[in-house]
């Protein structure tokens, strides 16, 4: 199987796509890994598998509309909504995330596909990274990650310095930026789960952002600095926490976002890209969106 991706905007030709066969309504609050989902777990509002599988029907209707191949995880007894954050590719190289240990189980849904993958990177333990952490741009790897004192504590820290060393050796031709995000396991609007809650880049030169989300003005002003304040579309945390910026692109003319974030997708027609318009309400609940429950496999250039 032929893997490559460059950036978050090229023509989207091979994609996986997460499922909710065998997702748990959860029963106990402990089991529950970001402040979204405690949310509605404590609102009465937790969705059930039905509700996802539907939502996450209707994302692989539109894909296929635009002929994209879509890869089905293996099956497995457990949540599997979110396959990007078991892996990601840069380039010609399929990274295995390592992720929460509660939830490491979910890697063997990618079995099947990487038997097919020839160039495969496992990172040592001890270097945590998930795929919403990592935001590509051509020449740059955007990376977010938590650098404090309380990193061992904080459930919602998902990506380390130590990951972002080893990925920069891979790639030492590319500029691997570093940038802290503001993490918060109560509250969903202090809280940037992954770098894809609160920033993606679009062609372009165009990126939607959330500034209140970056711990370090020097790392939020380079980002300002290479796109431009006037082709950034900032939200703010509220619309952050409802991951405004989780939107899928299919290509450069064209994205996937909820058709309830009208000034989004406002701003979106406004700049020229085509909006495919989708209820992804039920997933959201979750703590993700489109681009959380998707990992891309190939991206062509147009």
Same mark, same amino acid.
């Given at each position: ?33 970001? !402040? ?12 059930? $598998?039905? $509700?996802?599988?539907?939502? #996450? ?9 635009? %002929?994209?191949? /879509? ?5 497995? %007894? ?11 590719? #840069? ?29 495969? @990177? ?12 990592? @935001? ?12 404090? %004192?309380?990193?061992?504590?904080? #459930? ?21 930026? !570093? ?8 509250? !969903? ?5 992954? *770098? ?20 370090? !003005? ?6 300002? +600095?290479?796109?431009?304040?006037? %082709? ?10 409802? *991951? ?5 692109? /299919? ?5 996937? +976002? ?10 979106? +027609? ?26 891309? /496999? ?5």
């Amino acid at each position: 199987m032929d893997i490559y991706v460059e950036n978050e905007y090229d023509r989207l030709t091979e994609v996986v796509v997460g499922n909710s066969f065998n997702f748990k309504t959860q029963i106990n609050f402990r089991d529950l890994y970001d !402040p979204i989902s405690l949310f509605h777990y404590l609102k009465g509002s937790f969705p059930n $598998k039905f $509700k996802l599988q539907n939502q #996450i029907s209707v994302l692989k209707k539109i894909l296929k509309k635009y %002929n994209v191949k /879509i890869h089905d995880l293996d099956v497995i %007894n457990t949540n599997q909504i979110f396959a990007r954050d078991l892996g990601f590719i #840069i380039r010609d190289k399929f990274f295995i995330s390592s992720i929460l240990p509660d939830r490491e189980i979910e890697i063997e849904g990618l079995k099947s596909i990487l038997k097919k993958i020839k160039s495969i @990177v496992k990172l040592p333990k001890n270097a945590h990274v998930e795929g919403g952490d990592v @935001v590509l741009d051509d020449g740059h790897i955007f990376i977010g990650y938590y650098g404090q %004192n309380d990193y061992k504590n904080q #459930i919602t820290a998902r990506t380390n310095k130590k990951a972002i060393k080893l990925i920069r050796k891979h790639f030492p031709e590319k500029k691997t930026v !570093p940038l802290e995000i503001i993490k918060s396991p109560h509250l !969903p609007t202090s809280n940037a789960l992954h *770098l894809d809650c609160c920033f993606q880049p679009l062609s372009n030169n165009k990126a939607v952002i959330c500034k209140e989300a970056f711990k370090n !003005p020097i790392e939020l002003n380079y980002l300002i +600095s290479l796109y431009g304040n006037e %082709n950034m579309f900032e939200i703010t945390l509220k619309e952050m926490s409802k *991951l405004y910026s989780n939107f899928l692109s /299919i290509n450069k003319e064209t994205v996937i +976002s909820d058709k309830r974030f009208k000034r989004l997708n406002t701003w979106l +027609s406004n700049i020229g890209m085509k909006v495919e318009k989708v209820n992804y309400s039920e997933i959201a609940k979750l703590g993700g969106l489109f681009r959380c429950s998707t990992l891309p /496999i190939i991206r062509k250039k147009n």
